[in-house]
């Protein structure tokens, strides 16, 4: 597919890629997954692809350098001392041959040389780090995004499996996996459903969900263990190798798993997996594969990391598991973009000890691939503990008489009409069914204003996704700029929408019949927090703004490109209303901006033209005072050129380069064309580079680069 790309539609893909596994990173992390395993590696290997190809679009937020979630705000933050990285994926056994040869290779060894490498479990938990100081345990953190995490000490020092004090001087750093037994899970629930409280769906989400507990009492009720599996930061070397370390640290009081295995070479370690694969079943710890690591700790340090990954390890997956059921329903749920969902209802299934009820179905061609109709039974596969899929249907044992599913040619929310756009261009049907209804369209005003205060967008803490529902229900809030009267409002007792909510409670003050409600503050603290957060967000730069918006095809690069050219609030709203003209000039200076084109013209056209669009962004405008994008300086050395970073610099940052390329009167864009004067060409530049030789066009190497940008 990326053949065909271009530059620009790169990028834009790598944003939507960025945002969907954060958004699924979150979901796991709040112990509500939201996207398969499947899915989650299949946007991982498609986002690699696309950052080889273009590695100019790469972004500074991309889930190759990511690790995990960002952290909720919570707990404390702390930062590790070691970066708390993430493992890259093996699922076959060629998969895995290939990763010791890499290793051999890396460390110059031949390909026969013997290679020590540990297999053990990958237990299905969170990781942990545990921090001591000359033996006593001071911090205790979450995984976080690998570089921050979440201070939970109180909370992991009341599980047995971790000691308070350790015979070690100086710094130690443990890490390991939290997880919470199959018996003591299904006991917990047991118990939880008698009390008639809120069950856990897996022990995963069972042993998040009570390790961040803020109230330190309920943590130390729940059966939490820990399995020791790495180390971070460390004074002193325990041993030479990983497996005498983890023996140094069994001795010092933590926990090795006992499957752990020295292998000698790439075919004993498989033959350890398929034990331990074997053994999946009625061991009493859910786990989703074996990681394999290289056991010499010199041979750790040399090979190092790339991206997220050490490149010395490795997680060989289980294949997913699948179950058959009977496809009871198919719901369509309503994203902000209009986008229709169809969602399967099953008949409940376990499928690998979770019971599963809903499972996605992509969209309506994917329904036409499958056939699969309501009464039908069908194949899910659940990887991981996220949303299952629809994987077949069993069509013998199809009942007479099913009919296909009408996919709805109208929203199931606005009853609008829902089309298939046909792109002009290239004269492609999309795959997606869009609710035309925008602004009248609950559910798209809703989901556009998730999108609007989320941590990508105007990242406003305090607002989440329930609050938003909570506020959008009661219409306190049902357009952006409704979140910056809010104070103002409730101040002068305007809400008067009943019930309790996260934020406030409403008293009744009703006399005669006619009620009215008033809103009082249910969390002083909260309310004050939300609102300086709010206030805090009316100068996010103006790119950020823009892209907040959640204009389609408009994401973050774009939107910063919009924000140089219409650097305030008023010029884009002019370029709003030049767009409505017929041969439009605003359209032709807009598509001149390199690194846009057409489709975004289209996209914004077709947004401006909406007058009830227009009315939102005036209202929302008069409400923010964004910070302007950097002024290009007119009479720097690189004033007036255009400039085109490609491949990996080593001293900055390639956000870094852009500023200071900026500040010294330089326009940066992403694609290089006849029209690029410099293009700065790091390590492992690829095709752009190429295309600049080709085009004879001026190309710096990082040092040229340097001495320019440090004057
Ligand atoms: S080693 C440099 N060993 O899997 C990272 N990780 O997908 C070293 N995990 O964040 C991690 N079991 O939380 C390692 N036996 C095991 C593991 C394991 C589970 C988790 C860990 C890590 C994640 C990466």
Redesign the pocket.
């Known amino acids: 597919m990326s053949a065909k790309m271009t530059e620009r539609q790169a990028a834009q893909r790598l944003k939507e890629i960025a945002q969907q596994m954060a958004e699924a990173d979150r979901a796991y992390e709040d112990a509500a997954p939201v996207m398969t395993d499947a899915d989650y590696d299949a946007l991982r290997a498609e986002n690699l692809a696309l950052e080889k190809e273009f590695p100019g679009a790469k972004r500074a937020d991309s889930p190759s350098v990511k ?2 979630t960002t952290p909720s705000g919570r707990f404390p933050k702390v930062e590790h001392a070691r970066p ?4 890259d994926n093996a699922f076959t056994d060629d998969d895995v041959f290939d990763f010791a040869a890499r290793v051999k290779r890396f460390l110059g060894l031949s390909e026969d040389a013997e290679l020590v490498l540990t297999a ?8 942990a780090s545990l921090r001591y100081e000359d033996g006593t345990l001071t911090i205790g953190a979450t ?1 976080g995004d690998g570089r921050v995490g979440e201070d939970v000490s109180a909370n992991l020092r009341t599980l047995d499996d971790i000691p308070h004090k350790v015979k070690a001087r100086g710094v130690l750093e443990v ?1 390991g ?1 939290v997880y919470m037994s199959k018996s003591d899970f299904a006991d917990m629930n047991e118990a939880f459903e008698k009390a008639g409280e809120k069950t856990f769906a897996n022990p995963r989400n069972a042993a998040a969900g009570s390790l961040r507990q803020k109230d330190v009492a309920i943590t130390a009720r729940r059966p939490l263990r820990f ?1 020791t ?2 180390l971070g930061e460390l004074s002193a070397p325990l041993a030479d190798t990983l497996s005498s370390t983890t023996s140094a640290l069994e001795k010092l009081g933590f926990p090795p ?1 006992p499957l752990a295995k020295i292998c000698s070479s790439v075919d004993d370690a498989l033959a350890h997996y398929r034990l331990i694969e074997e053994q999946r079943a009625s061991l009493d710890y859910d786990i989703d594969g074996v ?1 394999y ?1 290289v056991d010499r700790l010199d041979y750790q340090d040399r090979l190092g990391f790339v991206g997220r ?2 490149r010395w ?1 490795i ?1 060989h997956k289980f294949p997913a598991e699948k179950a058959t059921t009977r496809l009871l329903d198919i719901a369509i749920q309503v994203g902000r973009t209009g986008a229709l969902t169809p969602i399967a209802r099953l008949e409940p299934v376990t499928v690998g000890g979770v019971v599963v009820s809903n499972a996605t179905l992509h969209n309506q061609d994917e329904i036409e691939r499958l056939d699969v109709r309501v009464g039908d039974t069908v194949r899910v596969q659940r990887a991981g503990d996220v949303i299952p899929q629809v994987l077949e249907v069993l069509t013998e044992k199809r009942p007479k008489g099913l009919k296909k599913f009408p996919f709805p040619e109208t929203c199931p929310v606005c009853g609008s009409a829902a089309v298939r756009e046909v792109n002009p261009r290239t004269g492609e049907r999309d795959v997606v069914r869009r609710c035309t209804g925008n602004f009248i369209c609950a559910a798209q005003s809703v989901e556009r204003l998730k999108h609007f205060v989320s941590r990508g967008a105007m990242d406003i803490d305090g607002l989440g996704e329930r609050q938003i529902d909570d506020l959008f229900r009661r219409h306190m809030v049902r357009e952006p700029a409704d979140i910056f009267t809010l104070q103002k409002r409730q101040l002068a007792g305007a809400f008067n929408v009943p019930g309790t909510s996260d934020l406030f409670a409403y008293k009744k003050t009703s006399r005669r019949g006619s009620a009215a409600w008033t809103a009082e503050i249910t969390n002083q603290k909260s309310i004050d927090n939300l609102f300086a957060a709010i206030e805090n967000t009316r100068q996010r730069p103006w790119g950020r703004v823009i892209a907040a918006l959640g204009i389609r095809h408009v994401g973050q690069i774009t939107a910063n490109l919009l924000a140089e050219r219409y650097p305030s609030p008023d010029a884009f709203i002019t370029l709003g209303a030049g767009l409505q003209e017929e041969e439009s000039v605003a359209r032709e200076e807009l598509i001149a901006i390199d690194g846009l084109g057409e489709t975004v013209a289209d996209m914004l056209t077709a947004f401006f033209s909406d007058r009830r669009n227009r009315e939102v962004l005036e209202r929302l405008f008069t409400e923010l005072s964004p910070e302007a994008p950097e002024k290009v300086a007119d009479d720097g050395p690189l004033t007036g050129k255009s400039i085109v970073f490609t491949g990996g610099l080593t001293e900055m940052t390639r956000d870094e380069a852009k500023a200071i390329a900026t500040r010294l009167g330089a326009r940066v864009v992403s694609s290089v064309s006849k029209k690029t004067d410099i293009v700065v060409a790091g390590e492992k530049a690829g095709s752009k580079e190429k295309k600049a030789r080709e085009l004879k066009l001026e190309v710096w190497d990082e040092a040229a680069w340097l001495r320019v940008a440090r004057g």
């Open positions: 690790v995990g708390m990285l993430s493992l053990e479990p990958k237990i299905d938990g969170l990781s995984r890490r996996e399995f599996h790495g798993n990681v690591k990954a050490p390890a997680a």
